[in-house]
């Protein structure tokens, strides 16, 4: 087994304890009320599909604190920081698609399957927590402060706020079997694309590409 | 002998005083703060964009700025909780118990940030309004939503203050304002219509007002909003003064339910009857411009102008002898009667298609084409097209079945008319989707029959007009009415399907 | 022999100049990095630990330039650094930490990384603190916990940013003792504003200044900056003159010589005083 293998797996332990889980279970809370009127009356999917969006975004905010690394040091060791960062994004998100996933299985038991499609709604609630995630692995890059902290909920409100000046009919929370649902769910799913690249971006080194060379006129 | 000399102890400033400086300061780092500007920005910024492809109403734009003044309650839980946890980040929790400004001190200080958010929330509705000019809001004026939205932001504040000092952790703060925009999200959705428990508990009254004069319990809605206010507020200094603030808390409470409960009670039904009074011709102040009469709700009275836009092209073009011209009326009234609601286009395609919608109906009503409504509309029945939330949803209309006025006159003339209702009548006969009248189908050859028409000079069309006007107002065919201007005769439908 | 070569190097944060082409040279041995605050020390050593990219120039260390990603990542291997403030995890015990950093810098033999964790806690006598969680260990103790997990790995080069800050003069002793020894083998880069740590430690002193390095010699030669400069008097001078009350209760002044004033052997800090020149003293006067 290579040392980068080795090493992820001895650090899985770690990272674990390093990661807040009080803002994750409180995410999870507010994410089960949110659920709870959906649960109540299967006959309304608005309640549902909008419980959905609510617990992405909820559960995207509390995967962003992972990002946080008070220990800067760690940035000089040999491991790459790529690896350390997608280990806390891993960690912080598969418990949150996790608990995403239960209630989606709660939400569609007494739902008729074509109300919940369940690939557009993946789409949606992978945008809605990895902007969290990005805003956050992107401000990491320069520190580990309060700012970095905020930083993904941050982006999350960003985005919310920019998809409110959408006109109606353009609008980016259609419900199932809205005209718009297809559409809006290309453009759901080219974002997941851009927010993906980005932290893949964000997690890499930080470090320019060029440095100029002493007397090379700087 | 031992003198002792003591120093004379340093003056001590009253604790007043001492307060109201802290207090001051505080508002002076909010009003200070980047975020709360981007806020305001945010929320006047929404505000326009949601109006901007309609004539602003007051219901409509309260409904949008007080919307937009959640966005600004948003970063004002955040600001506010960020500056009451201040001093328990980066270790200062110790350095800040030797102050001698003690934590109550420095909690009621934060309470500044209430007022101030609401001069920040002042000033963003001030912007709404100003960025609606030259427009300005139609229908009845409501101080009390409007107030609403200075007071939202104000229980942002002092919720962000609130959580700040409870839960002064970093993540509190958005996972508050995530949970709470959760609980918002869903109140709307739960709720079936207006009146609904879950739509009275949402901050903002978001239905718009189906006659300007309706009563509305929006005092009522103040109320609650103030008693959450007094609520947030208390739980922040729920730790200094436990009694007061416990029956503070039990009093909003109590007085929030009073509210919700009134408002439930007030809120008149939505229904044809209960509206009737509001809508008929006794709401309505009418006056004569040119020679068509107008009659518009009250508040509505500069509307007019918009709709004289679209209506009097097409009266110049009339023949003189003509009267009896319909009138154009926002509210109930005769079937002759020209009716428009309370949505308008503003700028661009959005105020073009509102005066091209308008001068069709006129030219339909003028030349008695089939209506889109089978029946007609019984006494006090709401315009067809005030999209008012009725109870159980929107209103169905019976759409009737389709008629053809292929080869009659005058659906060639309607065209005509139609096209001198817009700079460009030549680019508009060009475009299907804007002409509709009534049930009226109709096929390119009555379009090109119009634009012959419009190729030909203005005053030989009006001579036609006025020479067949009779035969205008009735299902006749064309025949060689046209022929004079290059027109063949036009191929009528047959059957049972021609319109009457 | 020089193990690491800085040249021309720069670095801004937006209008300000932290690094203003620098040229320096560091061997085998301790070195000591003096200077006010904003002087660049910070930024010099957080550049040379790989933890920041510089704007412009060049830094080789044992051969090794971080400007490339392969050669980057070998040179962390060789490398330990303490920065100002840690940061260190407060719900980890202190094994528990340097087992965590010791996989980061790839110890991943088991008992291998045991029994380096229980090296270094020995190094900075921590032992029996060894399963105590850090946010109850003091100043102290988290400083010395933070040195330890920069000699994980028993690095060729080690950097210290101000790593004398808590220490009492105790643990300070253990300290110099410990550096001494890591000296003798390695190169040790450490900043710091004990001009005391300097004198007992360097071989070698660098004084920096906006930026630059505006001394680079020994200890020695950063006091005699000052030969001819310094005074004790029993009296305080008149006039505008930079003196200070020492612990005998004379009064000892730098520059003119005061009335009735004797001269007095240099210190370091005398010398580095005198470096810094007339600001200082306008500074100091002015209070």
Redesign the interface.
């Known amino acids: 087994m290579s040392?980068r293998w080795?090493?992820t797996l001895?650090?899985i332990g770690?990272v674990l304890?390093?990661v807040?889980w009080?803002?994750v279970a409180?995410?999870v809370l507010?994410s089960a009320?949110?659920l709870l009127?959906a649960v109540a009356?299967a006959q309304?999917p608005?309640?549902q599909v909008?419980?959905l969006?609510?617990a992405a975004?909820?559960l995207g905010?509390?995967a962003s604190?992972a990002m946080v690394d008070?220990?800067?040091?760690?940035?000089?060791?040999?491991?790459?920081r790529w690896l350390?960062q997608w280990l806390r994004v891993t960690v912080a998100l598969v418990p949150a698609a996790a608990v995403w996933c239960c209630l989606y299985a709660a939400a569609a038991s007494s739902a008729a399957p074509q109300r919940l499609p369940l690939g557009d709604l993946v789409a949606e609630a992978a945008v809605c927590a990895l902007a969290g995630v990005v805003g956050a692995a992107v401000a990491a890059r320069g520190g580990?402060s309060?700012t970095t902290?905020?930083a993904?909920?941050a982006a999350q409100?960003g985005l919310m706020?920019a998809t409110?000046?959408l006109?109606a009919s353009y609008s980016a929370w259609p419900l199932p079997g809205a005209a718009q649902w297809e559409t809006a769910h290309d453009w759901w799913w080219a974002a997941l694309v851009v927010l993906v690249v980005a932290l893949v971006a964000a997690n890499g080194?930080?470090?320019?590409w060029r440095?100029?060379?002493?007397?090379?006129g700087? | 002998m031992t003198a002792m000399l003591s120093e004379p102890a340093p003056a001590v400033t009253p604790a007043r005083v001492a307060t109201t400086s802290l207090a001051l300061k505080e508002a002076r780092l909010l009003l200070g703060t980047s975020t709360l500007w981007l806020g305001v920005g945010l929320a006047v910024a929404l505000c326009t964009a949601w109006g901007w492809t309609t004539e602003p109403r007051w219901d409509t734009f309260t409904a949008n700025s007080g919307m937009a003044s959640l966005v600004l309650a948003g970063f004002l839980v955040l600001i506010g909780h960020l500056a009451a946890s201040r001093d328990h980040r980066h270790g200062a929790t110790d350095s800040a118990r030797t102050l001698p400004a003690s934590t109550r001190r420095r909690t009621v200080a934060l309470l500044a940030l209430i007022p101030t958010a609401a001069a920040a929330a002042a000033l963003a509705v001030g912007a709404e309004l100003v960025l609606l000019m030259p427009a300005w809001p139609a229908g009845a004026f409501d101080p009390w939503l409007l107030t609403a939205a200075v007071v939202i932001p104000m229980v942002g504040a002092g919720l962000g203050v609130a959580v700040g000092s409870w839960l002064p952790s970093t993540p509190s703060g958005p996972l508050t304002l995530f949970g709470v925009a959760a609980v918002l999200a869903l109140l709307p959705v739960l709720g079936s219509s207006a009146g609904a428990l879950s739509w009275l508990l949402f901050p903002v009254v978001i239905d718009e007002n189906v006659a300007p004069e309706i009563p509305r319990p929006t005092g009522w809605h103040l109320v609650y909003l103030i008693a959450l206010l007094v609520v947030v507020t208390a739980v922040a200094v729920l730790r200094y003064w436990r009694l007061v603030a416990a029956v503070a808390v039990v009093l909003a409470v109590v007085v929030a339910v009073v509210a919700v409960r009134r408002q439930q009670a007030e809120r008149l039904p939505i229904t044809p009857d209960t509206v009737a009074a509001y809508l008929d011709e006794s709401a309505q102040q009418c006056e004569v411009r040119g020679s068509v009469t107008y009659c518009a709700l009250h508040g509505y009275g500069r509307w007019i102008s918009l709709w004289q836009g679209a209506v009097e092209p097409i009266v110049r073009a009339l023949p003189p002898n003509v009267t009896n011209l319909p009138v154009v009326r926002q509210g109930s009234g005769p079937a002759t009667s020209v009716v428009v609601d309370q949505h308008w286009g503003r700028h661009g395609t959005w105020a073009r298609d509102s005066r091209l919608d308008l001068s069709a109906e006129y030219i339909r009503v003028l030349l008695d084409m089939p209506e889109q409504l089978a029946g007609k509309p019984g006494p006090g029945s709401l315009p067809e097209r005030n999209r008012a939330v009725l109870p159980k949803g929107s209103m169905e209309l019976s759409t009737g079945p389709r008629c053809s006025g292929a080869g009659q006159l005058r659906t060639v003339m309607a065209l005509w008319l139609l096209a001198q209702s817009d700079t460009d009548g030549r680019a508009l006969l060009g475009d299907r989707e804007k002409l509709r009248f009534g049930r009226v189908d109709f096929g390119q050859a009555e379009i090109e029959a119009a634009r012959r028409l419009l190729d030909a000079p203005r005053g030989r069309v009006e001579a036609l007009l006025n020479e067949k006007w009779a035969l205008l107002r009735s299902p006749a065919p064309a025949g060689d009415a046209l022929a004079a201007f290059g027109v063949a005769e036009l191929p009528v439908s047959s059957g049972g399907s021609a319109c009457q | 022999m020089t193990t690491v070569r800085i040249q021309g190097l720069g670095k801004r944060y937006g209008s300000t100049i932290a690094l203003d082409d620098l040229d320096l040279e560091i061997g085998v041995g301790v070195t000591g990095l003096l200077g006010p605050n904003g002087a660049g020390k910070t930024t010099l050593l957080r550049c040379l630990a790989t933890a920041l990219a510089p704007d412009r120039g060049r830094v080789e260390a044992y051969g090794l330039d971080p400007a490339a990603a392969a050669q980057r990542t070998a040179l962390r291997r060789r490398l330990g650094y303490l920065p100002q403030d840690p940061g260190l995890y407060p719900n980890f015990s202190a094994a528990a930490l340097l087992d965590y950093v010791a996989v980061l810098k790839e110890m991943t033999d088991a008992r291998r990384r045991r029994a380096e964790v229980r090296r270094v806690l020995e190094e900075v006598g921590l032992t029996d603190r060894a399963s105590v969680k850090v946010r109850k260990l003091s100043g102290g103790m988290r400083q010395r916990l933070g040195l330890a997990q920069a000699l994980l790995g028993e690095p060729d080069l080690l950097i210290l940013d101000e790593p004398t800050v808590g220490l009492d003069p105790e643990q300070r002793m253990l300290f110099r003792a410990l550096i001494s020894r890591l000296g003798e083998t390695r190169t040790v880069l450490l900043s710091t504003h004990q001009t005391e740590d300097v004198g007992a430690l360097c071989e070698r002193v660098v004084v920096m200044r906006q930026g630059r390095a505006v001394y680079d010699g020994t200890p020695r030669g950063l006091a005699e900056q000052a030969e001819g400069q310094v005074w004790l008097s029993a009296e305080a001078p008149d006039g505008n003159r930079m003196y200070w009350r020492n612990a005998d209760g004379e009064f000892r002044t730098l520059g003119a010589q005061p009335p009735n004033g004797t001269p007095a052997r240099p210190s370091i800090e005398d010398g580095y005083l005198m470096l810094l020149g007339p600001e200082i003293a306008a500074g100091v006067v002015a209070r």
């Open positions: 040392v080795r090493q001895l650090l770690p304890r390093i807040p009080v803002p409180a995410a507010v009320l949110a009127p009356d309304a608005a309640s909008w419980g969006r609510i975004v909820v905010a509390a604190f008070p220990m800067a040091l760690l940035s000089v060791t040999p491991t790459p350390r580990h309060l902290a905020v993904g909920p409100g706020a409110l000046f006109p080194e930080v470090w320019p440095v100029r060379r002493a007397g090379a700087g």
